[in-house]
């Protein structure tokens, strides 16, 4: 902003001696004002020319030195134990888990006249979590589903009992669905892995045409991890689509889900459910189809204990 310059009212009429006094006395003033108190034997000095040379003092300050950087053994650490922490192929999970989440669907994919109309959310609200307190969770889960040698395809054909063995025998064991849910939606609650609005074009899935028949399904796989953008907040992989995978409800035991303990997460690559939320029971232990596969879970040590 700028401002009108300031004017001097009754000055301009002045003699010029008078004028010449008054502009001495404003030098002194500024003089005083600005520069240091002088000794009390210069104090009696009024000599116009001493005052012209008068030197203003200018106070220098050093600057404090840099605080010195933290030293970064315990961030080091911290990354060393978290990257030992699980088996090659795994990968770490760990925050604050949310038990009861309110997931609101702001947009249907399909009309309401669809049998499925309550199956495909294109866009969500986000989340709220309604648990009075969040549960710390620490654990190892595969960073994409169980993938066949030869083909790099995920392993099909595969049943609750045969996940829950294969798992068993390497060291681990069926994740819960709480740890699956979490490792699919981290700790912001996202309904799908990679955020709150569906992309058919994330993961494998809304494969509509040339689809097969119940029992004969043709084979759309895909190499697991090809779908970079299929990744969780944890960089877990291919938990919406490609095939549905087998957890076990939670609970004591072998916990309970509408009276089964055998959960299938993730849906497969039709045109279905995908949310990290949803869920599907009513197959048996022995259950398995060309759309039905495995990822497995593992503790992790505690953090003390894997920094060592």
Not at 91 to 113: N, T
Not at 120 to 131: E, H, I, L, N, Q
Request: some cysteine; proline content about 6%; hydrophobic content about 35%.
């Amino acid at each position: 902003m700028m401002y009108p310059p300031a004017r001097t009212r009754g000055n301009e009429h002045r003699p010029a001696a008078a004028r010449a006094t008054v502009a001495l006395g404003a030098a002194l003033l500024f003089v005083a004002t600005v520069a240091p108190a002088c000794a009390k034997n210069q104090a009696s000095q009024k000599d116009a020319t001493l005052a012209a040379s008068a030197t203003l003092a200018i106070a220098t300050v050093t600057p404090a030195p840099p605080a010195p950087k933290a030293s970064p053994t315990v961030a080091s650490a911290k990354k060393s134990a978290d990257a030992s922490a699980c088996p090659a192929g795994m990968a770490l999970v760990e925050g604050e888990y949310c038990p009861d989440v309110e997931q609101k669907c702001l947009e249907w994919m399909d009309p309401p006249s669809s049998r499925y109309h309550h199956f495909r959310c294109a866009r969500y609200a986000k989340s709220v979590c309604k648990s009075k307190e969040r549960v710390h969770m620490r654990y190892c889960i595969d960073a994409t589903e169980r993938a066949e040698d030869d083909t790099g395809l995920p392993r099909h054909f595969m049943s609750w009992t045969s996940s829950k063995k294969l798992c068993e025998a390497e060291g681990g064991r069926l994740c819960r669905e709480s740890e699956w849910q979490f490792a699919c939606e981290g700790e912001e609650m996202r309904p799908y892995p990679y955020g709150w609005e569906r992309d058919a074009g994330a993961c494998n899935v809304d494969r509509s045409t040339n689809i097969g028949k119940p029992g004969r399904l043709v084979d759309h796989r895909a190499a697991v991890g090809s779908h970079d953008k299929c990744a969780s907040p944890f960089g877990v992989q291919d938990m919406a689509g490609n095939v549905e995978e087998w957890v076990q409800a939670d609970g004591r035991g072998m916990g309970n889900k509408m009276g089964w303990k055998e959960v299938l997460k993730g849906s497969w690559w039709i045109p279905s459910r995908h949310a990290c939320r949803q869920f599907q029971v009513g197959h048996d232990a022995v259950y398995n189809g060309a759309e039905t596969g495995t990822r497995c879970c593992k503790d992790a040590p505690q953090r003390e204990v894997a920094a060592r």
